[in-house]
């Protein structure tokens, strides 16, 4: 702690390995001309060094050679052709950094600039081809970047955390963009992948909060990874979703509540992951590709406005949450070739009116239709043999329901009404199982109120159904099996005129006319 001053002497080669390490009072430094390496963590946690002149014959600084040191401006002489990683890291005071006009270095290693916080700007080399994971990590006052016409990598969150960044134009040289490269780059406004990217990382520009354009002019990718755009909340347009496309990931736009652009899903996508539009806030209108075959969990949950997607027949599955507070879905954008829908896949879609559950469809899962507030008409195919718990819950303009006979399980509170009962336009229930065996079990709860609301049961079955859990609660019409008053005369010109009186019940299963 006692040294301030360091002079090497003349005809030495190398600084080892760390040889100066936590000399935290040293404010100078005079290496000689001969000097070819910086080793490993030499001059690491060198807190009052400020300047330090690198020899000319200079090759390699080692890995984490001044990490955490007080260094506020380095200049990389043409000699060096190594630089490890690590070796500027945490440089909390470095404001400049400048690489000869000739350098020979052809990798910026990880995390070699990561945390250096001051550091506002930087020109890349034309001899670098890589920049690797995590190099300029967290340097969040780095406003512009100078990349060369040589690189064609750059790393796993080589620019994550860089959130004064503004404006980068990426090499069209460039073929691959790693994982999280330019996220949380909350500055960034527009940002184009040039023709020869191959790979294309996850989450490679999410967060990029004030992001407004983004062009993806490659044709070699045949993805959009998972989490590209994540939470790009400014994001309005993204140019040239092309048909080398197959597959859309998981979260792709996820949380860009800003996007406007009529969304046109090429015909080559065959999967969209889950989540990968959800809380799109601002999209209208979807065009959907016509190879997909499932849309996945909460795909489109949370698009409050969209209000204009057509589905193709090619989907035969609707995920959970796909469409959950669509709040502006008018018509149930579902076809008959349709055989599962998952829970909760259009909750909150209050401008429906009705719906109608596709003939292979065997199942109304849980909350699948719960608090639409506009639904007034529900028809149930017979294919379908279970309703789930809370299926049209809280759906308060419902104002009858057939269920089918073929239904064996319904679930809990299936379809309660509004918290407010007095909202209910509930009024009939029709049913028509036959024996008691084939009555489901309606549990409590079954809708928000069992006054003022008729069960329509077959011609002399009342017994089974006041025996039947939770049937027995409401006013069960057509139990009574009533007998016809039948006129019969002869009319003006000579014909046989039958006038049938019917029974004052709005429920009749079958009729039997016998006239003698």
């Known amino acids: 702690d006692l040294i301030k001053t360091i002079t090497v002497n003349s005809g030495a080669t190398s600084i080892g390995g760390y040889a100066f390490l936590l000399c935290t009072k040293v404010t100078k430094v005079t290496l000689p001309t001969?000097?070819?390496?910086?080793?490993?963590?030499?001059?690491?946690?060198?807190?009052?060094?400020?300047?330090?002149?690198?020899?000319?014959?200079?090759?390699?600084?080692?890995?984490?050679?001044?990490?955490?040191?007080?260094?506020?401006?380095?200049?990389?002489?043409?000699?060096?052709?190594?630089?490890?990683?690590?070796?500027?890291?945490?440089?909390k005071q470095l404001t400049k950094v400048?690489?000869?006009?000739?350098?020979?270095?052809?990798?910026?290693?990880?995390?070699?600039?990561?945390?250096?916080?001051?550091?506002?700007?930087?020109?890349?080399?034309?001899?670098?081809?890589?920049?690797?994971?995590?190099?300029?990590?967290?340097?969040?006052?780095?406003?512009?970047?100078?990349?060369?016409?040589?690189?064609?990598?750059?790393?796993?969150?080589?620019?994550?955390?860089?959130?004064?960044?503004?404006?980068?134009?990426?090499?069209g040289t460039v073929t691959t963009i790693g994982q999280s490269a330019f996220r949380n780059c909350a500055s960034?406004?527009?940002?184009?992948?040039?023709?020869?990217?191959?790979?294309?990382?996850?989450?490679?520009?999410?967060?990029?909060?004030?992001l407004t354009g983004a062009t993806i002019s490659t044709t070699k990718i045949t993805s959009i990874p998972g989490y590209m755009f994540y939470h790009c909340g400014s994001l309005?347009?993204?140019?040239?979703?092309?048909?080398?496309?197959?597959?859309?990931?998981?979260?792709?736009?996820?949380?860009?509540?800003?996007?406007?652009?009529?969304?046109?899903?090429?015909?080559?996508?065959?999967?969209?992951?889950?989540?990968?539009?959800?809380?799109?806030?601002?999209?209208?209108?979807?065009?959907?590709?016509?190879?997909?075959?499932?849309?996945a969990k909460y795909t489109f949950g949370n698009c409050y406005v969209l209000n204009n997607l057509t589905m193709p027949s090619s989907v035969t599955e609707i995920g959970e949450g796909a469409f959950t507070n669509c709040v502006k879905l008018t018509t149930l954008p579902i076809t008959n070739s349709i055989t599962s829908i998952g829970a909760s896949a259009f909750s909150g879609c209050d401008a429906l009116t009705?719906?109608?559950?596709?003939?292979?469809?065997?199942t109304i899962a849980n909350d699948c239709f719960l608090s639409c507030d506009s639904l007034s008409v529900v028809t149930i195919h017979s294919a379908v043999t279970g309703i789930g718990a809370y299926a049209f819950r809280d759906c308060p303009s419902l104002t009858n329901v057939t269920i089918p006979n073929s239904v064996k399980t319904i679930g809990k509170e299936a379809f309660l009404g509004h918290y407010d009962s007095s909202k209910d336009k509930m009024k009939d229930i029709y049913v028509s199982w036959?024996?008691?065996?084939?009555?489901?079990?309606?549990?409590?709860?079954?809708?928000?109120?069992?006054?003022?609301?008729?069960?329509h049961i077959p011609c002399g079955k009342g017994s089974i159904y006041r025996a039947a859990t939770g049937w027995q609660k409401y006013t069960i019409v057509g139990e009574t099996q009533y007998g016809l008053t039948v006129k019969v005369a002869n009319n003006a010109h000579g014909k046989v005129q039958i006038g049938v009186a019917l029974p004052p019940e709005p429920y009749v299963q079958e009729m039997t006319v016998s006239v003698e």
Do not use: H
């Open 236 to 295: 309005k347009t993204v140019s040239r979703i092309t048909d080398n496309i197959t597959s859309i990931g998981e979260c792709a736009f996820c949380g860009c509540t800003s996007l406007t652009m009529t969304m046109k899903i090429p015909n080559s996508v065959t999967s969209i992951g889950e989540y990968a539009f959800y809380n799109c806030q601002s999209m209208t209108t979807v065009n959907l590709s016509n190879k997909l075959t499932e849309i």
């Open 34 to 91: 001969t000097i070819t390496t910086i080793g490993g963590d030499a001059f690491e946690r060198t807190d009052a060094l400020t300047t330090i002149t690198i020899p000319n014959k200079v090759t390699t600084i080692g890995s984490s050679a001044f990490n955490l040191s007080g260094l506020t401006q380095i200049t990389i002489p043409n000699s060096v052709t190594t630089i490890g990683e690590t070796a500027f890291y945490d440089c």
């Open 354 to 362: 009705s719906v109608t559950i596709p003939p292979k469809v065997t």
């Open 434 to 455: 036959q024996t008691a065996a084939a009555i489901p079990a309606w549990p409590d709860g079954g809708i928000s109120r069992t006054y003022g609301v008729n069960l």
């Open 188 to 210: 960034l406004s527009t940002v184009t992948v040039p023709s020869k990217v191959t790979t294309l990382g996850g989450y490679c520009f999410a967060e990029c909060s004030a």
């Open 98 to 171: 400048t690489f000869a006009a000739t350098s020979k270095v052809q990798t910026l290693s990880s995390r070699t600039f990561e945390g250096c916080t001051k550091l506002t700007s930087i020109s890349i080399p034309n001899s670098v081809t890589a920049i690797n994971s995590g190099c300029f990590r967290g340097c969040t006052a780095l406003k512009t970047v100078t990349m060369p016409n040589a690189l064609t990598y750059i790393g796993e969150a080589a620019f994550i955390n860089c959130t004064a960044l503004t404006t980068i134009t990426i090499p």
